[in-house]
Nanobody, 122 residues
Framework: QVHVAESGGGLVQAGGSLRLSCAAS????????MGWFRRAPGKEREFVAGIDWSGGSTSYADSVKGRFAISRDNAKDTAYLQMNSLKPEDTAIYYCAVDGEYRQTYYYPTFWGQGTQVTVSS
């Protein structure tokens, strides 16, 4: 059993910053990737960012490149998403994803968190 818990969401003004955290626990296979997805109101869930075990390979959706940064601390089984220069269109529920198949061009996670709400006001 694997448990995934996100934290750090909230309300922020446009141009502001937030940092999301994702803690994974339980029976995790070695060298697991992690990532973030989001679902905006009325839209499908979309990929935001991904990172491999070493942290040497990261990938981002075009809409967040240059503004968001994903990182991880393997000693804590935790991933982070630093979000800067936030825009109203970044408003969504952000989901942490753990394990599964990750490449630079796609990510198919195995485990999901419950999500954390991020709201950006204009």
């Amino acid at each position: 059993q694997v448990h995934v818990a996100e934290s750090g969401g909230g309300l922020v003004q446009a141009g502001g910053s937030l940092r999301l955290s994702c803690a994974a626990s339980g029976r995790l296979f070695p060298n697991y990737p992690m990532g973030w997805f989001r679902r905006a109101p009325g839209k499908e869930r979309e990929f935001v960012a991904g990172i491999d075990w070493s942290g040497g390979s990261t990938s981002y959706a075009d809409s967040v490149k240059g503004r968001f940064a994903i990182s991880r601390d393997n000693a804590k089984d935790t991933a982070y998403l630093q979000m800067n220069s936030l825009k109203p269109e970044d408003t969504a529920i952000y989901y942490c994803a753990v394990d599964g198949e990750y490449r630079q061009t796609y990510y198919y996670p195995t485990f999901w968190g419950q999500g954390t709400q991020v709201t950006v006001s204009s």
